[in-house]
């Protein structure tokens, strides 16, 4: 089944200590982002990949890291999380072209 | 990067069809006018693409005019389950990702 697999669905954790959130996409598609969703803000992109080793920066990608080692995998990296880096987090895939994008089931990290 | 506005809220009855607007006066001439539909703690889930013109698929029709500056989303005789934010998003299908989704627009269907 074509999907973008998202881990951990839900992370409670304090101010400052680093994280992981890991996007799997087994669509074998060039292009991912990450968002964040926060309420009457709708969803912003913090980073986006246009293929392997190639990121660069949305919308909102401060306190953020990224990597693109591998096609399918696109790991966001909080690596001194804040309280305001509380949000609902989507990963997203698509392939090249007028393509649409396949989400994740998301991720609700809440920073104490 | 064209940036969308939509009203944030609408309701309507159900077995009604329902028309989403969606305005993007600085879209570029590669750029794509895509909708999707969020459910509460979902992903958001594509529902409709087009450039020009209308399109329509088995789910819904999209109205764009000449100008392109604006988009309509379309949805026959909608059911309770049609109850969703819905987002249009511009962007380019060339070779980047670079893409600005709006606030949305919380649709909510009435029995």
């Known amino acids: 089944e074509a999907q973008v697999t998202q881990n951990p669905r839900y992370l409670i954790t304090v101010t400052g200590k680093k994280l992981t959130v890991t996007c799997s996409q087994n669509m074998n598609h060039e292009y991912m982002s990450w968002y964040r969703q926060d309420p009457g803000l709708g969803l912003r992109q913090i980073y986006y990949?246009?293929?392997?080793?190639?990121?660069d920066k949305g919308d909102v990608p401060e306190g953020y890291k990224v990597s693109r080692k591998e096609k399918r995998n696109f790991p966001l990296i909080l690596e001194s999380p804040s309280p305001n880096q509380t949000s609902l987090y989507f990963c997203?895939?698509?392939?090249?072209?007028?393509?649409?994008?396949?989400f994740g089931d998301g991720t609700r990290l809440s920073i104490l | 990067l064209a940036k969308t506005t939509q009203p944030i809220s609408m309701d309507s009855y159900e077995g009604q069809e329902v028309n989403i607007t969606c305005s993007h006066n600085n879209i570029a001439t590669n750029d794509y006018i895509t909708w999707y539909q969020q459910f509460p703690s979902q992903g958001p889930r594509f529902i409709i693409q087009?450039?020009?013109t209308k399109v329509t698929n088995e789910v819904a029709s999209l109205f764009i005019p000449a100008d392109r500056k604006s988009s309509t989303l379309s949805l026959p005789r909608v059911s309770l389950s049609d109850t969703a934010v819905y987002y249009c998003l511009v962007g380019d299908s060339g070779g980047n990702n670079r893409l600005a989704f709006g606030k949305g627009n919380q649709v909510v269907v009435i029995p």
């Open positions: 997203a895939s698509r392939d090249t072209g007028e393509q649409p994008q396949h």
């Open positions: 990949s246009m293929n392997v080793e190639v990121t």
């Open positions: 087009g450039y020009k």
